[in-house]
Each structure stands twice: as structure tokens, then as C-alpha cells.
């Protein structure tokens, strides 16, 4: 378990543009689950590139694990960083699903007797071990992130980052690739950033950040954000289904104790309230 | 969804061919291409078919899927039997009909440089059918890996090759889809002057080369946050290790070579 | 123009061992004028179907009818005039953007039909203001402009066209919340200003139940079922079956009629109603 610090970073990609990243400061403690959202362009995508030290700030560090991400440690950093692209299209490299699989491990020197227990585990744990030898462009999107998922977890990281993961899939392959990315998570404790625009991972995460134009807006719990009065357009997310019915029953002058998170918490709590009252 | 299909894609199978390791397999087509070369007689020819149909057979492929998979290449095999036939003017006439004479010097030829043509071609595709293209590039990997002395970057060359060979069928189905959108905006591919066909054209390439730029761009950036890092400290994970198999094929082949040279003059 | 696909049925690589039966004896009619939304999984033939709807590809078995257009297999069939009239915003548009200019690239489509070129410029403009951008996007180069943009220009293409029918293929796919409402409600504008018939192929329950008059359900592709909303609001147990997910008022209701000792009817009210319908119910029950 890793912990990840980003003290008063600064980052644009040219000098002649306006900052990106702004004055953030943030920690992610060990073991933890954070959201990152923000609407588009405010900044979240290049989060998960500086965490990963594929673009450096200019002003500020960023830690991992107490280790300063530079040029110097890169390596050993991204060993015990795994991300999980938008489109898994795009980071399959190998022919076959064993091959893409094997990536990560063949470029750590892992041994290959290793390799081929890592692999079929990791396959496994996502469901896709009949697959071993498909070819990517014959798997569907749901498939295809499965297994990118598999290449990450057989590396062993600390942290993972989902960088909107489950976007470009249909709602039930979004719901079974979040279950199976959260199965995986709570049985290897690690440390979980996701950035999203989906609702359903926000209620999920121990922790949300707020994003605005590059810095940081606020950082509260899920129920706290629901609790609170925003721009859901602005956060760059639909304002959960479970307010809007919550607002409705508020103009009959119900009051709930706590903000419910979801369906059933909205359902337990109006039925409470009756029974007290 | 594919519509058409590439001559000598990969068939599946666990035949003895498909087992044989790759770099057996390229040394053997290298060899055989000079020994095709060296028949110089009915016996020779004879002996090289038989060869080469027992290794269709070996290979568990049907016959007939192995012909059509060149059946773009029959047009030149008809046409250079055709062309000896009437224009090579050896030998003794055979046949004569009007203008169009036959001498036996041309019937030999065709036929000889037909058979060669069509035995090349079927061996070396039987190569593509029964070895993947990943495993390909491992075989040749491994055979240039000498040439890493004079630095001459092999492991970057058999990564660029089996990358392209992951994104051809991504980028076929992206041309696809391109043709179906730009159809749909009046396009027209099929019809009209060459000039006009030309234009068409544009409208396709250009999306796809942005398109593929783009990958190229993201594949990047997911290869460095996958710690990839050139050839420093890396394993692999596929292996090329020769088996009993390759050991009876290399015999095998010998003697078979052997056999072919006391059989020819 | 109306839309009639009988017993349409459609194979990929017909008679080779890699033949996949796409699409298995469609029927359904689409009236002029309509707001239709197909739904299916990945997989389920939704965008089989709608290369069906321009000629794209003809079915392997049966006869689709666009306006006077009959498309079936072996008959040839005036494929430009009907693409004139048949416009098709596919999945990811702004990938088939290729011109050096936005102009250039949303006159495409109308120059490629012949449209004269003072009535082109008229369009790109009409077009440009339809999606919500300005004019001064016009002379800029299409690479240059952000994602949403792109989006929006891709679309301007299709529509100076002025296409009888549209048909939308996840239209909204990629873009954030926000994104997705705009381009959503954008095409439920175009549709009721101009009595467009419009065609939303979509995995998002949500949308096709705020915005389509008739549903089409596929399944494996196969047709599952076809109604207006409400009609398929009452088969729950066979919207269920295709696992696309509920929309999330009736999976509210489901899950309030597993707790209340009191049934909750969800005939496709409106929120607000249903609230006040279940409050009133919660106070009866109280007393």
C-alpha cells in the first residue's frame, strides 16, 4: 500500500499557454479509494500522466511512496503504478491475449516461468482464461478492457488508476467491469485512483476531488457532495437520480437525517420516517 | 465484421507443421526455394510434388482450401504455361493449327515453370497457414540475433513488425467504417472517371491517417506507463525451444534433399 | 418518406465457414415523421440494421422499403438518391472529418449531391447554427478545434445535406454528461422543428424513453419487442431479460415495491407525479 502526495504542483505543456495544473495539493493516503472528477478540461487526465511521469510539472514534486517522481526514478516508480486507459484499444500491444497480458512482466524481467503463472492467474481473476489465445480485434470492448485489466493486476502495482475506464462500454459491460475492478482492489488492498464521469463510481470512492480550471476545488466524501448544492454540469457529471427524488419528497416537507447514497438508503430512510412519526 | 479474407491468414490447428519451431520453418522455405531451382528432370519434378502435397497433408489443411487460398496467383501460373506454350519456338513441332503452333521445347518449359511457380507459391503459403505471424517475427528475431553485434537493432525491428502486424486488422476495420461514413455523405467509389476515383480516395486516407497517427501516439504513451523501456532488462515470454519434432524434421528433410539430388541429372 | 424492413434477414460472409447471421427476419415499420429508438446490446445487430436503412448493405434475405426505394438483394437501386435523402451520423463522426476548413468539410456532402454552390453556402451556415457553434468556426481547420467541436461539425455534414431521415448511431458517445444532453436534446429539436423522422440507435434506456414515440428492441438479432414507451413499460419482465439495465426511475420503483406494503403502477409519469403518488400512499399507510 502507497501513498501518493502532490505538494503545490504547477504544469502546462507550453510556456506560451495557461497552467493546466495550478498550485494542487492533495495526498492519497494508503489503501484508499479516490474519485478524481472535474469537467472536461479541468485538468484530470494530466493528473494520472504526472502520477505516472509520463509528462513532469514544472513547478512542485509529486511523491509516491516517499519517492520524488523524476526522470531518475521513473522506472522503479511506474513499477508499482498500473493504469487502466479509456480505450483499451489503445494500449493493446501483443497479437494474442497471453502476449498483451505478458507485456508488463517481460518489460520488468520478470522470469518466464513466473510470467506464465502471473498470466494465467491474473486471466483468470478477470474471467477471461478461455481466451488466452484470441486475438484482440475479435474480442468485444467489454473483453478487450478485461483483459487490459489482467495485464495491469499481473504486474502486482500498489496503485492502480483508472483513467475513465468503463466510458466507452455499454451499461452492463460498464457494471461488470466495475465489479470486477473493485472485486480485485478490495482483495489486493491497494490504493485506487479513478477518474470519472460516472456517478456510480463517485458513491463508490472513500473520497472525492473536486477539480476546477486546475486546482483543486474541494475534496469531500461522496455523501458530503451529494449533500452539497452544485453545478453537476460543471462537475462534469448527471446529477444522480437518487437527489432529484430526494428534492421531490423534500417539497412535502420530508426531512432525511443523512443524504442517501443510493435507491435502497432513500427507500429505508422515507420508510423510517413514517414509522417515527 | 470482415468481409473478405487475406491469402494465407493462419488456420489454427495442432498438426506437426504447426508444431514445427519458426526458425526451422523460414531455414527450411530458404532452402527449398534454391532446391526448386535445381530440378532438372521428369523424376525431379515429380519427386518435388509429391513433397510438397505430403506437406499439405502434414499439415492437416484441406487441399482444396490451400488452392484457393492462391487462387490469385493461378492467373500467372495459366499465363506463363500459356505464354511458353505458344511463343517458345524449341524442339520438335508438336501441333499445328493455322498460326498457332506447339513445339514440345515449349510445352516442357511451360510446364516446368508453371510447376515451379505453383510449388513455391503453395509451400511458402503453407508457411503463413501454419505459423502465426508472431511466431514468424520470433523466428526471425531469433535468426538475425547475430547481427545485434553490429548493432544493428533487431529486438526494435521484430517489435515494430509484430506491432504492425496487431494493428492491421484495427486499421482495416477503421477503413471500413471511414468508406461506410463517407458513402453515406454521396461518396461514390465505385463509378466515374479514374480522376474522380482518385479524389475519392482522399476522404478515406486522410481520416485514416489521422487515425492511425493517433494510436501510434497513445500506443506510445500506454507502452512507457506499461514500463516498457527499450531492450534493457527485459524476458520474454515466448519462447523458442526445438523439440523432438524438429530434430525428426531436420532429418527428415535431409534425407529427402538427399534423395532429390541423386534423383536428378 | 416511411421505413418498412420485411422479414429482413442479413449474414455476414454468406457460404464461407465464417458465416455470422446478423440480423434474423426483421419486421417493423417506421411511419414518416417518427421519433424511433432501437436498442440492443453490443452485439444485438443495431448497426446491421441501420447500413440497411441508406443501402449500405442489402439484405441477404427479405426487402427494406425507404419511401420509393426498394432495396433487396440483386436489384440495383438508385443508392445516391437515396443517400440524399437517408442521413447517417454514425458512432465517433468527427473521425471522418478530412478538410482543411470546417466550410470545406461540412460541404462536402451537399457538393458530392449536386446542390449548387450559392445554396451550399446558405446550408453550411443554416447547419453550422443548428448545432450550436458560430460562424467563425468556418474558416478554422477541423483538427484544430476541441472534441465536442469536432462532434458538432461532423454532425453540421450530415445535416446540410438536409436528409429526410436521421438516423443517429450513439451520437453522444464519448462525450461528458453535459455533452450528452446538449447533442441529445439538439436532435429532439431538429426532429420537432422540422417533423424530421429520426432514427436513435442506443444503449441508453434513459434517452430512448425521454425522447423516441416508438421503441425496437433486438436481441441476438432477433426482434424482442416494438412500442410506444408505455407499451414497454408493461413488459418489465422482458426488459429486464435483455439486461440493458432499466431506466433508472422504474429501477427506483422496483425497489420501492420491494420495501412499501403498497403497490407503486409506473405508467411512465413523470417524476414529480410519482413522488406525489407515493406520498400520498406512505401517509395512508401511516394512519
Known amino acids: ?277 | 465484421m470482415k468481409s473478405f479474407m487475406v491469402i494465407g491468414q493462419y488456420v489454427p490447428s495442432r498438426s506437426p507443421l504447426h508444431l514445427l519451431d519458426p526458425r526451422f520453418k523460414l531455414l527450411f522455405i530458404f532452402g527449398f526455394v534454391f532446391i526448386v531451382f535445381l530440378a532438372n528432370n521428369a523424376a525431379s519434378y515429380a519427386l518435388l510434388t509429391i513433397y510438397s502435397f505430403s506437406f499439405i497433408i502434414l499439415s492437416r489443411l484441406h487441399i482444396r482450401y490451400v488452392l484457393k487460398g492462391i487462387a490469385p496467383i493461378w492467373f500467372f501460373i495459366l499465363f506463363s504455361l500459356l505464354f511458353h506454350l505458344f511463343f517458345t519456338k524449341e524442339g520438335e513441332l508438336l501441333y499445328q493449327l493455322g498460326f498457332i503452333s506447339i513445339y514440345d521445347g515449349g510445352l516442357i518449359k511451360g510446364v516446368t515453370i508453371s510447376l515451379r511457380f505453383l510449388l513455391l507459391i503453395m509451400v511458402t503459403s503453407l508457411l503463413t497457414l501454419t505459423t502465426t505471424p508472431m511466431e514468424i517475427t520470433d523466428g526471425i528475431e531469433a535468426l538475425l540475433k547475430p547481427l545485434k553485434k553490429w548493432k544493428v537493432p533487431v529486438h526494435e525491428l521484430a517489435l515494430m513488425i509484430s506491432i504492425s502486424l496487431r494493428f492491421i486488422p484495427t486499421l482495416m476495420d477503421e477503413l471500413e467504417k471511414i468508406s461506410k461514413a463517407q458513402a453515406s455523405r454521396g461518396v461514390d467509389f465505385k463509378t466515374g472517371s479514374w480522376k474522380s476515383r482518385i479524389y475519392a480516395v482522399i476522404p478515406l486516407l486522410v481520416p485514416l491517417f489521422i487515425s492511425a497517427f493517433k494510436r501510434a501516439e497513445n500506443l506510445a504513451i500506454a507502452m512507457e506507463a506499461r514500463g516498457y523501456r527499450g531492450d534493457v532488462g527485459r524476458t520474454k515470454l515466448r519462447k523458442l525451444q526445438m523439440t523432438k519434432l524438429d530434430y525428426m524434421a531436420i532429418f527428415v528433410v535431409l534425407a529427402l534433399a538427399g534423395l532429390f539430388f541423386w534423383i536428378r541429372e | 418518406m416511411d421505413i418498412l424492413f420485411k422479414n429482413v434477414n442479413y449474414t455476414y460472409q454468406a457460404n464461407t465457414p465464417f458465416a455470422f447471421k446478423a440480423l434474423k427476419n426483421i419486421s417493423f415499420t417506421i411511419p414518416s415523421g417518427k421519433y424511433m429508438a432501437i436498442i440492443g446490446h453490443t452485439g444485438s445487430g443495431k448497426s446491421t440494421l441501420l447500413q440497411h436503412i441508406n443501402g449500405l448493405l442489402l439484405p441477404t434475405e427479405g426487402t427494406v422499403k425507404v419511401g420509393d426505394y426498394l432495396l433487396e438483394k440483386g436489384r440495383k437501386s438508385d443508392l445516391k438518391g437515396l443517400r440524399q435523402k437517408v442521413g447517417i451520423v454514425f458512432q465517433y463522426p468527427e473521425h471522418q472529418l478530412f478538410e482543411e476548413t470546417v466550410e470545406k468539410d461540412i460541404s462536402f456532402g451537399p457538393k458530392n449531391f449536386g446542390v449548387a454552390e450559392t445554396e451550399i453556402k446558405a446550408r453550411v451556415r443554416k447547419a453550422i447554427t443548428d448545432v450550436g457553434l458560430t460562424e467563425e468556426i468556418l474558416a478554422k481547420s477541423p483538427f484544430e478545434l476541441s472534441g465536442g467541436q469536432m462532434r458538432r461539425v461532423a454532425i453540421a455534414g450530415v445535416l446540410a445535406v438536409e436528409p429526410e431521415i436521421l438516423v443517429l448511431d450513439e451520437p453522444t458517445a464519448g462525450l461528458d454528461p453535459k455533452g450528452q444532453k446538449e447533442i441529445m436534446e439538439l436532435f429532439y429539436h431538429l426532429h420537432k422543428q422540422k417533423n424530421r423522422t429520426t432514427i436513435l440507435v442506443t444503449h441508453h434506456m434513459d434517452d430512448a424513453f425521454t425522447y423516441a414515440d416508438q421503441i425496437l428492441i433486438l436481441k441476438e438479432g432477433a426482434k424482442l419487442m416494438e412500442g410506444t414507451p408505455d407499451q414497454i413499460f408493461q413488459k418489465r419482465d422482458l426488459l429486464t431479460s435483455v439486461q440493458l439495465g432499466l431506466p433508472e426511475i422504474l429501477a427506483f420503483v422496483e425497489t420501492a415495491n420491494k420495501k412499501f406494503p403498497f403497490p407503486i403502477e409506473y405508467n411512465g409519469q413523470s417524476l414529480d407525479l410519482l413522488v406525489e403518488e407515493i406520498e400520498k400512499k406512505l401517509k395512508r399507510a401511516k394512519q
Not at chain 1, 494474442?96 to 518466464?112: C, I, K, Q, S, Y
Not at chain 1, 494465467?120 to 474471467?127: E, P, Q
Request: charged share 25%; glycine share 8%.
Open chain 1, 1 to 277: 500500500m502507497t501513498k501518493i502526495e502532490f505538494r503545490n504542483v504547477y504544469f502546462r505543456y507550453h510556456e506560451d499557454q495557461n497552467w493546466i495544473i495550478e498550485a494542487l495539493n492533495f495526498t492519497i493516503e494508503p489503501g484508499e479509494n479516490v474519485a478524481i472528477i472535474g469537467h472536461n478540461g479541468s485538468g484530470k487526465s494530466t493528473i494520472a500522466k504526472l502520477m505516472m511521469g509520463l509528462v513532469y510539472p514544472q513547478k512542485g514534486a509529486i511523491f509516491v511512496d516517499g519517492q520524488r517522481v523524476t526522470e531518475d526514478h521513473i522506472w522503479e516508480i511506474r513499477q508499482k503504478i498500473g493504469m487502466v486507459f479509456q480505450n483499451p484499444e489503445t494500449q493493446f500491444v501483443g497479437t494474442t491475449v497471453r502476449d498483451d497480458v505478458a507485456f508488463g512482466l517481460e518489460n520488468r524481467g520478470v522470469p518466464r516461468v513466473e510470467m506464465v503463472d502471473r498470466i494465467k492467474k491474473s486471466l483468470i481473476d478477470v474471467g477471461m482464461d478461455d481466451y488466452t489465445l484470441h486475438e484482440p480485434h475479435h474480442l468485444s470492448g467489454g473483453q478487450k478492457q478485461r483483459v487490459a485489466i489482467a495485464g495491469v493486476m499481473a504486474t502486482e502495482p500498489d496503485i492502480v488508476i483508472l483513467d475513465e475506464a468503463t466510458s466507452m462500454l455499454d451499461p452492463i459491460g460498464r457494471q461488470e467491469i466495475a465489479k470486477v475492478i473493485s472485486r480485485i482492489i478490495k482483495q489486493r488492498r491497494m490504493t485506487t485512483v479513478s477518474i470519472t464521469h460516472d456517478v456510480k463510481e463517485v458513491m463508490q470512492a472513500d473520497r472525492v476531488i473536486i477539480l476546477k480550471g486546475g486546482e483543486l476545488y474541494q475534496c469531500l466524501t461522496p455523501r458530503q457532495l451529494l449533500a452539497g448544492e452544485y453545478d453537476w454540469d460543471y462537475l462534469g457529471l448527471t446529477k444522480p437520480f437518487v437527489l432529484s427524488v430526494k428534492e421531490e419528497f423534500e417539497k412535502y416537507g420530508y426531512q432525511f437525517e443523512h443524504t442517501p447514497l443510493n435507491h435502497e438508503e432513500l427507500i429505508d430512510a422515507l420508510w423510517t420516517y413514517y414509522s417515527k412519526t
